[in-house]
């Protein structure tokens, strides 16, 4: 099973959050920098990007997991 609370650690690392944010900023200066005529270059960027922003998502939602749990009325 995920524990929540270790995957909250990780997003709560500066070191991961600099890693993940260097990661993505690659991606746009490659974006940015691309010729007129490197259209597949560019959409393989901008596909790495959203992959990156839908695993980090993820991993918040598991993140936010134990707290919703605690929140939720027991019955």
Same mark, same amino acid.
């Given at each position: ?9 990780? /997003? ?5 959050? $600099?890693?993940?944010?260097? %990661?993505?900023?690659?991606?746009? !200066?490659?974006? =940015? ?13 901008? /596909? ?5 922003? $839908?695993?980090?998502?993820? %991993?918040?939602?598991?993140?936010? !997991?134990?707290? =919703? ?7």
């Amino acid at each position: 099973m995920i524990e929540s609370s270790s995957i909250k650690h990780v /997003l709560e690392d500066s070191s991961f959050k $600099e890693a993940m944010e260097n %990661l993505k900023q690659m991606h746009m !200066d490659m974006i =940015i920098n691309s010729d007129v005529d490197e259209k597949v270059a560019r959409e393989i960027c901008y /596909l790495r990007i959203t992959t990156i922003n $839908e695993i980090l998502s993820h %991993l918040e939602s598991i993140a936010s !997991d134990e707290k =919703i749990d605690k929140k939720r009325w027991k019955i």
